[in-house]
């Protein structure tokens, strides 16, 4: 399974970007999904996640109501809508498949993309 991440880039506070996670190598309908990141000096932090069917989504505390994870099965791909963006929201951004689909272990993971927010 790979999984290539896509869509980072500078953007002002409060401004939007749209994240893209492409699957590879699996079954992607099958995989519970997720979005990490992880800011220098500091610990990786849960963004969302999504279920298989994309019918139950979860946030972490810090983005909910500005972030939006949905999927395309079809298109074997995840996404991370950023809205209101933050100089906190800065951080490398990670895509992961939990091949189990229940929300036990993300066991594989993309290569990261770069989220810079300027304030």
């Known amino acids: 399974v790979q999984l290539q991440a896509s869509g980072g880039g500078l953007v002002q506070a409060g401004g939007s970007l749209r994240l893209s996670c492409a699957v590879s190598g699996g079954t992607f309908s099958r995989y519970a999904m997720g979005w990490f990141r992880q800011a220098p000096g500091k610990e990786r932090e849960f963004v969302a996640a999504i279920s298989r069917t994309g019918g139950s989504t979860y946030y972490g505390d810090s983005v909910k109501g500005r972030f939006t994870i949905s999927r395309d099965n079809a298109k074997n791909t995840v996404y991370l809508q950023m809205s209101s963006l933050k100089a906190e929201d800065t951080a490398e951004y990670y895509c992961?498949?939990?091949?189990?689909?229940?929300?036990?272990?993300?066991?594989?993971w993309g290569q990261g993309t770069q989220v810079t927010v300027s304030s």
């Open positions: 992961a498949a939990d091949t189990s689909g229940t929300f036990g272990q993300y066991d594989y």
